[in-house]
């Protein structure tokens, strides 16, 4: 039989071992991490200054925003970086992500594409028209708020929903009459004289990047995630500094040509920073013209969903 003393001990025993489980649980030694082609993480991944970053990483490439987010909300990645877009169709359905860091905006590093010999000679020439686009992708808000601006809204076109990879195959075979997409597919795209460039996001959006975390591994791992966004901002700055040596380096790694490389790093701006009020402002009014069109499920408020930091 145990006394009263040793029962006490007893419990202070397993209360100090749970106790220090739980210290060995938040000693997190391994980050997932997702990105997309020719983005600031991708470029972050093949940087000399991430390999002391002080826990391992695993990286994980994604083709597009909507599915690096799902990955995340299910707690299969702990990190990742989309366009302005993904986050809005997330938080409709979900509350386990939050925002922990933005890029400039980059409305060039997407357009509305057509092909050369296409009749379709401007923006209002969409009418009517297939256009490719990535469900859910900053693109897709890019065609939404072009046709807006002209006066059109979506029932006015034919969109069709297709990853970037399919939408590439298909714009190429002329099977679709427009593409809205981004770098690097588009830097892509343009190489040559067989595409036009109806509009860039110049004007139309922002067409920010945003850097998500897993809300849970966000909340247990504070200044994991503050070092992972310096380490996001030391990159940023080392590309701003030098960007032909970056491009020289970049080529080796991405296997893609010092001409699109180029052309991606001219127009995608660096600079990464915590979550700014006026960022929150813009997705706001995403989220509303989302909703107002029924392509979310309800109204949402987007600062709910922004880590301090």
């Known amino acids: 039989m145990f006394n009263r003393r040793q029962l006490i001990i007893g419990a202070l025993t397993l209360s ?3 106790k220090t489980q739980d210290i060995f649980a938040q000693g997190v030694k391994t980050i997932r991490v997702g990105y997309q082609s020719c983005d600031p993480l991708d470029f972050l991944r ?8 002080p826990v391992q990483i695993v990286w994980s490439r994604f083709t ?6 799902q990955a995340l909300l299910s707690g299969s990645i702990d990190i990742g970086e989309v366009g302005d877009t993904p986050p809005i169709f997330a938080q409709s359905s979900s509350n386990n992500f939050v925002y922990i860091a933005q890029e400039p905006p980059s409305p060039k590093s997407e357009a509305i594409i057509t092909h050369a010999s296409s009749n379709i000679n401007d923006l ?3 009418k009517g028209k297939k256009i490719a686009v990535t469900r859910g992708s900053n693109a897709h808000w890019l065609l939404i708020a072009t046709l807006k601006k002209i006066g059109l809204s979506i029932k ?16 190429n075979s002329q099977n679709i009459d427009a593409w809205a997409i981004w770098d690097p597919f588009l830097a892509i795209a343009q190489q040559n004289d067989k595409v036009r460039t109806l509009t860039t996001g110049e004007n139309i959006v922002e067409n920010r990047t945003f850097y998500i975390g897993n809300k849970n591994f966000v909340k247990n ?4 995630t503050r070092d992972f966004i310096s380490y996001i901002s030391k990159n940023d700055q080392l590309i701003n500094q030098n960007k032909t040596a970056f491009i020289q380096y970049l080529k080796d790694v991405t296997g893609l040509s010092t001409d699109v490389l180029d052309v991606i790093l001219s127009r995608y701006k660096f600079g990464a920073t915590l979550i700014q009020p006026n960022a ?9 013209s989302f909703f107002n069109q029924n392509l979310i499920p309800k109204k949402i408020n987007v600062q709910d969903n922004v880590w301090e930091g």
């Open 16 to 18: 100090l071992i749970s």
């Open 46 to 53: 093949n940087s000399k200054i991430i390999v002391n970053f």
């Open 64 to 69: 597009a925003g909507p599915q690096l987010l």
């Open 124 to 126: 209002y020439g969409l």
């Open 156 to 171: 006015d076109v034919q969109p069709v929903f297709l990853p970037p990879a399919i939408a590439q195959s298909a714009f």
């Open 221 to 224: 791992n504070p200044q994991l």
């Open 280 to 288: 929150v402002v813009e997705q706001q009014q995403i989220a509303d």
